[in-house]
């Protein structure tokens, strides 16, 4: 099998026949060809197969109410006693909507809200005290006047759906359908559009010697059968999004490769997320150990993401996001110049 990256651009200067990136802010007019076993080579834009030429470059509709023609902000909120970052921190109600109000005036578009930690290592929470810690607060959001998009960040069909009828609006599961069969039923019959992340192993062993022939073409694969399989239970394309998932069954080189190659999964046809905040590897090269501290490497991380056209970034730290897109964005999409796209 053949697989197309974009080599995504940004500059001003676009040459006449550039693609949009997924109707996107990024552009490309040269594709890597990767083949398994074969070295990788540089092509022209021109040879691509004309399915994948328009799963490319075709504009994304609208995912959960938000459009993606730029890379917009998830806030996360955990509310949980053992997240490795804000664990503990959200697991009042108040405290709860207390930041997700804050998380929304500094610039979140949509909040992420999980009641089950799936750091390596992490036990699996009973269903009925993952519903409880989710979905009264979810409920508080709502009859707060909260208007904001709201996911679920769950693995677990009736999790779901009591997030759903407390307010929520979309499912994010780390495990894309394979941990529980009800998630996909719920997602079918409620129409809810759902966010399928790529992980290897549980969260309670994923990190002990997480391997891969190739983990870009690994993981693109796997989201592919996924997406596959969601179509299948009923869940339309236009209503999934993909994600690579950092730190899930990944050594720090493979975080490092799928970061690089991330524009591949354009080639999916779906919005894609990026959700790197504060995590091991940024701590590992950015030598920090405490994940608060981690905020500068997630912004580089996050920026090198929407400079490959990623639509969604799930971020800690949002205002500082918010800040550092606003400056990429005004500096790599507005006046094009050049010889005209
Ligand atoms: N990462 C975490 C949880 N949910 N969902 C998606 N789609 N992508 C991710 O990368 C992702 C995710 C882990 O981070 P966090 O929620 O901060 O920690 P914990 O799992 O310990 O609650």
Same mark, same amino acid.
């Given at each position: 099998?053949?697989?197309?990256?974009?080599?995504?651009?940004?500059?001003?200067a676009?040459?006449?026949?550039?693609?949009?990136?997924?109707?996107?802010?990024?552009?490309?007019?040269?594709?890597?060809?990767?083949?398994?076993?074969?070295?990788?080579?540089?092509?022209?834009?021109?040879?691509?197969?004309?399915?994948?030429?328009?799963?490319?470059?075709?504009?994304?509709?609208?995912?959960?109410?938000?459009?993606?023609d730029?890379?917009?902000?998830?806030?996360?909120?955990?509310?949980?006693? #053992?997240?490795?970052? !804000?664990?503990?921190?959200? @697991? +009042?109600?108040?405290? /709860?909507? *207390?930041? $997700?109000?804050?998380?929304?005036?500094?610039?979140?578009?949509?909040?992420?809200?999980g009641?089950?930690s799936?750091?390596?290592?992490?036990?699996?929470?009973?269903?009925?005290?993952?519903?409880?810690?989710?979905?009264?607060?979810?409920a508080?959001?709502?009859?707060?006047?909260?208007?904001t998009?709201?996911?679920?960040?769950?693995?677990?069909?009736?999790?779901a759906?009591?997030?759903?009828?407390?307010?929520a609006?979309?499912?994010?599961?780390?495990?894309a359908?394979?941990h529980?069969?009800?998630?996909?039923?719920?997602?079918?019959?409620?129409?809810a559009?759902?966010?399928?992340?790529?992980?290897?192993?549980?969260?309670?062993?994923?990190q002990?010697?997480?391997?891969?022939? #190739?983990?870009?073409? !690994?993981v693109?694969?796997? @989201? +592919?059968?996924?997406? /596959?399989? *969601?179509? $299948?239970?009923?869940?339309?394309?236009?209503?999934?999004?993909?994600?690579?998932?950092?730190?899930f069954?990944?050594?720090?080189?493979?975080?490092?490769?799928?970061?690089?190659?991330?524009?591949?999964?354009?080639?999916?046809?779906?919005?894609?997320?990026?959700?790197?905040?504060?995590?091991?590897?940024?701590?590992t090269?950015?030598?920090?150990?405490?994940?608060?501290?981690?905020?500068?490497?997630?912004?580089?991380?996050?920026?090198?993401?929407?400079?490959?056209?990623?639509?969604?970034?799930?971020?800690?730290?949002?205002?500082?996001?918010?800040q550092?897109?606003?400056?990429?964005?005004?500096?790599?999409?507005?006046?094009?110049?050049?010889?005209?796209?």
């Amino acid at each position: 099998m053949t697989y197309w990256r974009p080599i995504a651009m940004t500059d001003a200067a676009r040459p006449r026949g550039a693609l949009p990136l997924a109707g996107g802010p990024c552009w490309f007019d040269r594709v890597e060809r990767l083949e398994r076993g074969a070295p990788a080579c540089v092509r022209p834009a021109a040879d691509l197969p004309p399915e994948i030429h328009d799963r490319l470059t075709a504009p994304r509709p609208a995912f959960g109410g938000l459009s993606m023609d730029r890379a917009r902000i998830m806030g996360i909120l955990n509310v949980t006693p #053992d997240s490795f970052s !804000d664990g503990g921190r959200f @697991l +009042a109600p108040e405290a /709860a909507l *207390a930041q $997700a109000r804050a998380m929304v005036a500094e610039g979140a578009e949509i909040l992420d809200i999980g009641g089950e930690s799936t750091r390596p290592g992490a036990a699996e929470v009973p269903v009925a005290e993952e519903i409880s810690r989710t979905a009264p607060v979810i409920a508080a959001l709502r009859a707060a006047g909260l208007t904001t998009p709201i996911s679920i960040d769950t693995r677990k069909g009736p999790v779901a759906e009591a997030a759903l009828a407390a307010g929520a609006s979309v499912i994010n599961d780390v495990a894309a359908l394979t941990h529980d069969p009800a998630l996909a039923s719920v997602a079918a019959r409620t129409g809810a559009p759902v966010i399928l992340m790529h992980a290897q192993g549980t969260p309670a062993t994923m990190q002990r010697a997480p391997r891969y022939d #190739d983990v870009l073409l !690994d993981v693109y694969d796997w @989201l +592919a059968a996924r997406i /596959a399989a *969601a179509e $299948a239970a009923g869940i339309a394309r236009d209503r999934l999004m993909v994600d690579p998932g950092i730190g899930f069954g990944k050594t720090l080189e493979h975080n490092l490769a799928l970061i690089r190659g991330l524009s591949l999964f354009h080639g999916l046809g779906c919005p894609i997320l990026l959700g790197a905040s504060r995590k091991r590897f940024i701590g590992t090269i950015g030598g920090q150990e405490v994940a608060e501290q981690r905020m500068p490497g997630s912004l580089a991380v996050g920026l090198a993401g929407a400079a490959q056209g990623v639509q969604l970034l799930r971020v800690h730290d949002v205002g500082e996001t918010r800040q550092a897109l606003a400056l990429w964005q005004a500096i790599t999409t507005s006046n094009q110049t050049g010889d005209g796209a």
